[in-house]
């Protein structure tokens, strides 16, 4: 068990903690929730000892049990390191223990003595127990298989760690914390870094796990399939709610009420009281019962109320302006980097005023590239995307908060939009989306990843838009504002486009499924749990023959499939997915190719630059290099998908 005692902690000026006392029981699975910057993190550094409280205590009791921990940060890798070398290396306890062994039976194969060989034999015995114990003899076997789960090809095992992204280390660093088989188990934003399939895997390995987990996560999906307690930090308080995350929201609103009730009583005594000791202060007659007022005041502890419970954050879409029926139509589109290999080819369909589409697919199909496309920020290869009359298109994409310049004011972000805005017309727009006052005149640099995602949309509306492309809008929105949004984006009554990894976002909001496979673009007139239905009968018509005849009430069940079934299943699904592997194989091989022109002529410019013999148009060349670092963003971004998708079905 785990005890927060009346901790208290604080950074520079702001009380992040104040006497926090709640308790953990072991297995529990304790979601950890809150508005980002409240301490949920803290919490976690206080458990692991990186930070003491400074006042109060947090108290382990009985035997302290092993801990896992995910950072947001990576561990020290050395220069050496390839990728399952640094994977292995999770637990200290079982490489001693190894180290151990290995001595001793060592000293097992020198030793003639039978006493002395039969006491190393009983020592060796004990701590192969204990290596067993902690999963010392599968560890291979289960660092292997974590790595494939999250994405990670057979042939990735031995390259050098370094060469990997960020993203791909990070999720190295989760195979670390979750193969070591903790008694706790503590992951903070776990799905930050990974696609959906990854975040599938990841749910299934968790739900299996036999510890006490503590989950600090936005992703609801997670939230709801893993965890029974909820843990709110906010306030500089820490709230126990004995539930899941269904729970904690109603619950949450009732605990509200009645902590708002509380503290009004106690600012009217705190008012009645301090009127009295006003008026009477320098009146003899009643000095003791103003000093026993000031003394009672003095021991008062305030009451705290945390944010509104019902009060999913401030959004207010503008007004929506008329259009055609049709919002959009493609015509045998197509879209190609190189002219040669092909994001997506022969696209034909419509999407009509009001439908609210949400486009699924695996990474590195081109969603990215084709909400390009219909917001304008791309042209297709061959064919037509044609906006319906008087569509106005409005874009916010999933790099809108790192591309944002840190130094324009938000007044500046929206005219960049639309200079022609009034002060006053920039003002009330950004009211709408909770930036009020003197809000206006701050630097984007100092906003939350929510407040940026908040100014993206007020940008966007600046151009009075009736056809929203989404591209991840809810990556760095907590869990009041992805609702916040959903609620808004429900009641809109324009058309949008919506590229999403949210599972419980796109269930809320898409009324329409366009699905990208490598046969290309089909729309599907429902939501997103009927897609995903008829997905699976498609895949599998032996599901569906069981499921049907569960649901008459028949007794009988289907058969077991037989070993040869089996195989002709597995290559039936082989034979499936070669046509994607194939073309993901050459659009990892275009990218590449692209990429390495590119630095190619970068590093010629730089030289030509360093040249002071020669006559140089620094404009021209400063011009082609920022073209060549901007189109090098994107191919890098591209090939990261292609090849994460590529990696993930090859290990399957």
């Excluded at 058969?559 to 990892?588: G, N, T, Y």
């Excluded at 091989?589 to 040249?611: C, G, Y």
């Excluded at 060549?628 to 591209?638: D, F, G, K, R, Y």
Aim: proline share 3%.
């Amino acid at each position: 068990m785990i005890s927060f005692q009346n901790v208290s902690i604080h950074f520079g000026t702001q009380d992040v903690l104040r006497d926090v006392s709640f308790k953990i029981n072991p297995r529990e699975r304790v979601g950890i929730v809150g508005p980002n910057g409240a301490g949920k993190s803290t919490v976690f550094h206080l458990i692991t000892g990186e930070l003491s409280p400074e006042k109060g205590d947090v108290v382990f009791e009985g035997a302290k049990p092993s801990i896992g921990h995910l950072h947001q940060q990576l561990s020290k890798w050395d220069e050496g390191d390839t990728l399952l070398s640094y994977t292995m290396r999770s637990s200290k306890k079982i490489k001693e223990l190894e180290e151990q062994i290995t001595a001793i039976e060592a000293q097992i194969s020198q030793t003639e003595d039978k006493q002395e060989r039969t006491r190393l034999l009983n020592q060796v015995g004990r701590l192969q127990t204990e290596f067993e114990h902690l999963g010392g003899y599968d560890l291979e076997t289960r660092v292997k298989e974590a790595l494939g789960g999250l994405g990670f090809h057979t042939s990735d095992f031995d390259r050098p760690f370094s060469e990997f992204s960020g993203g791909w280390k990070m999720r190295a660093e989760m195979v670390r914390t979750l193969v070591i088989k903790p008694d706790v188990l503590m992951l903070d934003e776990p799905s930050n870094y990974l696609d959906l399939p990854a975040v599938e895997w990841m749910q299934r390995f968790l739900k299996e796990y036999q510890g006490t987990l503590l989950l600090i996560s936005h992703d609801r999906f997670l939230l709801r399939t893993l965890t029974n307690v909820t843990l709110e930090i906010d306030g500089q308080t820490a709230t126990r709610y004995n539930g899941g995350l269904d729970y904690y929201m109603e619950e949450r609103v009732r605990r509200y009420e009645t902590l708002l009730a509380a503290k009004r009583n106690q600012d009217r005594i705190i008012e009645q009281n301090q009127r009295f000791i006003d008026t009477y202060r320098y009146t003899a007659s009643k000095a003791p019962q103003v000093q026993s007022r000031v003394k009672m005041l003095e021991k008062m502890e305030p009451i705290i109320v945390p944010r509104q419970a019902s009060e999913n954050g401030k959004l207010r879409l503008p007004e929506f302006h008329h259009c055609g029926t049709t919002a959009l139509t493609v015509k045998d589109a197509g879209f190609s980097y190189d002219g040669e290999n092909f994001v997506f080819r022969n696209i034909s369909f419509d999407i009509g005023r009001g439908e609210r589409v949400a486009v699924v697919g695996f990474n590195g199909m081109g969603k990215t590239t084709f909400s390009r496309l219909v917001s304008g920020g791309a042209t297709p290869t061959e064919g037509e995307v044609i906006l319906g009359h008087k569509v106005v298109p409005g874009y916010v994409s999933q790099d809108f908060a790192e591309t944002i310049p840190p130094e324009r004011s938000l007044m500046n972000v929206v005219k960049l939009a639309d200079d022609t805005l009034s002060e006053n017309q920039c003002r009330t727009l950004l009211g709408s989306f909770g930036f009020s006052g003197d809000d206006a005149f701050k630097t984007a640099g100092v906003l939350s990843g929510g407040e940026k995602i908040r100014l993206a949309f007020a940008r966007m509306f600046a151009q009075k838009p009736n056809f929203l492309v989404l591209d991840e809008p809810t990556t760095h929105l907590d869990i009041n504002g992805r609702r916040a949004l959903e609620e808004e984006l429900k009641e809109y009554p324009g058309s949008m486009l919506v590229v999403s990894h949210d599972v419980e976002f796109v269930r809320n909001i898409a009324t329409t499924i366009l699905s990208i496979t490598e046969s290309g673009f089909t729309k599907y007139q429902c939501g997103y749990d009927d897609f995903r239905a008829m997905e699976a009968k498609a895949r599998g018509e032996a599901v569906a023959v069981a499921d049907a005849s569960a649901s008459t009430g028949a007794e009988q069940k289907a058969a077991p499939l037989s070993q040869k079934e089996k195989r002709k299943l597995r290559a039936e699904e082989r034979e499936k997915k070669a046509p994607l592997l194939r073309s993901l194989r050459r659009r990892v091989e275009a990218t590449e190719a692209r990429i390495a022109v590119l630095e190619q002529e970068q590093s010629e410019l730089v030289a030509a630059m360093s040249d002071a013999s020669a006559n140089i148009d620094y404009a021209t060349i400063n011009r082609r290099m920022s073209e060549i670092q901007a189109e090098l963003e994107t191919l890098n971004t591209l090939w990261e998908q292609a090849a994460s998708e590529l990696a993930f079905l090859e290990a399957e």
